[in-house]
């Protein structure tokens, strides 16, 4: 299907899926998160192109901590301050309605949890959860962001360095997330993919999973995607439009 002439009917299919399905997971990417003013990673505004891959690399890390935080206090922690768009808001309302199971993410703005949604499996980790490299002590972002502004560094109690909790380039996936949306790809019903190009495994993966395990799978992105030949369902759509199409739909379903 085609932009705007289908939006209505696009947004009809979409709803009518989920009621139909159970225990329903959505998947998403950087494009959910491109209309709170995160430019894609890979976009060409994108953190790659204005930072450099370096700086994402576990690496240049442990190599340059203070290099890494000098960039990242400005760059990366800053991704937690902005506010979740319409297509967060839509994804947590969906959740509320008992329409979706959980959201899986490859973000780490944290925004998901900042518009309400319960259960977020986070990939990549996110910017606000910090840990000791020794000891494994948990530190927030604003205690992170005070000794960073201090000493340069932030340092644990047992005075090792502290790391942010953002899976780097060379660092492995997380393995309890890895397990958790290997299950719930497997037992859905229905399995959205939204705002990725699904290029990036093991999160790509898992719409391959889910499709295998007899899903339903429906992609709703900006441009092509890896996956779209197995879609049972692709919408080329502008995300927030979409998601505002569904936030009226469901607003004229509630007040039926
Ligand atoms: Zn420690």
Redesign the pocket.
């Known amino acids: 299907m085609s932009d705007q002439t289908c939006m209505e009917e696009c947004v009809v299919v979409f709803l009518d899926r989920l009621r139909r399905g159970h225990r329903n997971v959505v998947l998403t990417g950087a494009g959910v998160s491109t209309a709170s003013g995160i430019p894609d990673f890979r976009g060409p505004s994108g953190l790659y192109s204005r930072l450099s891959q370096r700086v994402f690399e576990i690496d240049f890390f442990y190599e340059q901590p203070e290099d890494y935080y000098r960039i990242a206090i400005e760059h990366i922690h800053t991704l937690a301050d902005k506010e979740p768009n319409i297509t967060h808001q839509m994804l947590a309302v969906l959740e509320q309605q008992g329409l979706i199971e959980a959201v899986v993410t490859q973000n780490i703005d944290g925004l998901h949890q900042k518009a309400g949604t319960r259960k977020v499996i986070e990939f990549h980790g996110d910017v606000l959860r910090y840990r000791?490299?020794?000891?494994?002590?948990t530190y927030d972002r604003s205690a992170v962001d005070a000794m960073i502004r201090a000493d340069g560094l932030p340092n644990?109690?047992?005075?090792?360095l502290?790391r942010p909790g953002i899976v780097f380039f060379g660092d492995p996936i997380p393995m309890d997330a890895l397990i958790e949306s290997q299950k719930l790809a497997q037992s859905a019903q229905v399995f959205v993919a939204m705002g990725s190009s699904l290029a990036v495994n093991p999160a790509a993966g898992l719409a391959m999973a889910a499709h295998q395990a007899g899903a339903t799978l429906m992609i709703i992105n900006k441009g092509r995607t890896h996956y779209d030949p197995i879609a049972d369902k692709r919408f080329e759509v502008d995300l927030s439009e979409f998601s505002q199409a569904v936030m009226n739909r469901l607003s004229i379903s509630r007040t039926k």
């Open positions: 000791c490299t020794n000891c494994s002590k644990c109690d047992c005075g090792s502290i």
